[in-house]
């Protein structure tokens, strides 16, 4: 038997193994297949049979392949699929049914960098209009967003197209992304907004159409537009306890207290819900007589709501027999004892379950039950009144001089990482004179404080083992600069002279910014960024704030 028929009868031996799908066996065996043919090209007789061999048995190969992998992504096997667009990649890298297969396999698996790679090599083979959407989709996957958004028109260049309601989504989503994650520029989420829009002027029940129309007016700050189209959603009949949340938090943002006291208990149900034990007493909804009657206060969310909330014990207290707030271990030392003979527990000196009361209610849930309105909502401040022995215990420390004494907080927890202000933003405050600067954001090494060079930041957080000595520190100061809505909300319960900058988007519960104070405290001063990360506008103002203080008190 000569050579060539001797090789030729390897081919069985493939398709068997294909059959009892051993596919990188397979692939093995072809490629030392291929390597025998080669070795027979020297002999000219049967050149032309070889090469015949060779272009046959790369084609029923490579169907073979796409075969299987067909099967295993129909079967979610994305290892073995790659495995088989892999090889048939090397083999045929013009057919762009299999390209487009492949692409759709690391789709799959979220392997885009790859993906981008198949897309260009997709549409350097045939330049089609969807060869050019699957390039978009690509760019707009691997974040480069301008030429996600060059692609898609000119994938609607090229079908001669206009535009339908998802292309003007899909092109809202692409500068909607580039806005979110390359910087926030406001002309992005301009067009995103006009983009979307026309999606839903072309199909008007569409909930995500929509859904990303209200988002994009959040995002330029258009109420007007916003509350458009959540009426449009809320009647279609489109809540869920997501969207409910989403809206109430819309509401808040824009002043609107009664729309958000309606909906904000469906943070309990959306879900990421907001965490909250179960008790087995009845939760107070602001109708039942408390008059011989012990409510229950328990905490939720972060220390700043709680310290907020506490404002409302004054009125609480002339409701119900007694109070009982349940706060957090760290905030306990703070609120213990109080004015108000309000008794607080926390979990470290009682369990709620050896509590007696007859009601509880949710801290947050408070401005609800009271049934407050936008006209007696704040809270105004210095309800929180820090220890003495701990405030003279700080003053003889760090605060016995006569300088103007600045406490800054800069950096908040990291899941709120765009409250924080860049240490070096606030060089500032360090030409100032005749003042003493106090770090009060916690876990900060020294070696980061030393961009100050005229006035050496005292980390005072060091010395914190609670929220009394947070207190006490802060009770010592002229004036705390935060962007921290934690020590934010402490300094303005204690009623401590301060200024808080805001970044261009903040947090909904921040619901009038427009005046002098934050509309809770009415001593916090509001500075807002007129951009999104911009701080040096925002910084120069409270500067030049500090700098008159120091002068004139």
């Known amino acids: 038997m000569d050579k060539f028929i001797e090789t030729k009868l390897n081919r069985a031996v493939i398709i068997s193994l294909f059959k009892e799908n051993k596919i990188k066996e397979a692939i093995k065996e072809f490629e030392d297949y291929l390597e025998k043919l080669n070795s027979l090209k020297h002999n000219k007789n049967i050149l032309t049979k070889v090469n015949k061999e060779i272009d046959y048995s790369k084609k029923e190969f490579t169907e073979k392949l796409a075969e299987c992998a067909k099967n295993f992504n129909e079967k979610k096997d994305y290892t073995n699929a790659l495995i088989c667009y892999k090889k048939i990649f090397e083999i045929d890298n013009k057919n762009t049914k299999n390209l487009q297969n492949y692409i759709n396999c690391l789709d799959s698996i979220n392997e885009y960098d790859l993906e981008l790679d198949l897309a260009k090599a997709l549409l350097s083979v045939e330049k089609t209009s969807e060869n050019y959407k699957t390039l978009s989709s690509a760019y707009n996957k691997n974040e480069k967003y301008n030429l996600a958004i060059w692609y898609y028109n000119k ?313 009394a000595d947070t207190a006490a520190a802060i009770e010592n100061t002229d004036l705390i600069l935060t962007s921290d809505n934690c020590i934010l909300n402490l300094a303005g319960a204690i009623g401590k002279r301060t200024i808080a900058i805001y970044n261009y988007h903040y947090e909904f519960r921040w619901y009038d910014l427009t005046g002098d104070d934050c509309g809770w405290f009415k001593c916090v001063k509001p500075i807002i960024n007129d951009k999104y990360n911009d701080w040096d506008k925002s910084i120069k103002l409270a500067a030049d704030k500090i700098n008159d203080l120091i002068k004139n008190g």
């Open 155 to 467: 994938y609607l260049n090229k079908a001669n197209k206009t535009a339908d309601a998802v292309d003007n989504n899909t092109l809202g989503c692409h500068y909607f992304n580039k806005y979110c994650k390359k910087g926030e520029n406001p002309k992005d989420a301009k067009l995103a907004l006009e983009y979307f829009s026309k999606s839903v002027e072309v199909e008007p029940k569409s909930k995500v159409y929509i859904k990303n129309t209200i988002v994009a007016a959040m995002k330029n700050k258009d109420f007007e537009t916003e509350k458009k189209y959540w009426n449009d959603y809320i009647n279609l009949g489109y809540m869920n306890a997501d969207d409910e949340f989403t809206y109430s938090a819309s509401c808040m943002r824009n002043g609107d207290i009664e729309g958000w006291k309606k909906y904000y208990n469906s943070r309990f149900k959306k879900d990421n819900m907001t965490i909250y034990p179960k008790i087995d007493k009845p939760e107070w909804t602001g109708k039942e007589d408390l008059s011989d009657k012990t409510l229950l206060v328990h905490y939720e969310q972060g220390y700043g709501d709680n310290f907020l909330m506490f404002g409302y014990i004054p009125r609480l207290v002339k409701l119900a027999k007694h109070v009982i707030y349940y706060i957090q271990d760290n905030a306990y030392e703070l609120v213990k004892n109080n004015e108000y003979g309000v008794e607080v527990q926390s979990p470290k000196t009682k369990s709620v379950k050896n509590i007696n009361f007859d009601y509880h209610v949710p801290c947050m849930s408070l401005p609800i039950v009271l049934n407050l309105t936008k006209e007696n909502i704040s809270v105004e401040g210095g309800y929180i009144k820090p220890d003495k022995n701990l405030v003279n215990k700080f003053k003889e420390k760090y605060f016995n001089n006569n300088k103007f004494k600045l406490g800054i907080a800069f950096e908040g927890v990291s899941a709120n990482a765009k409250r924080n202000i860049p240490l070096e933003k606030l060089t500032l405050l360090d030409e100032l004179n005749n003042i003493e600067i106090y770090c009060f954001t916690k876990d900060i090494d020294d070696e980061r404080l030393k961009c100050f060079k005229n006035h050496k930041i005292i980390n005072i957080a060091k010395d914190f083992n609670n929220f």
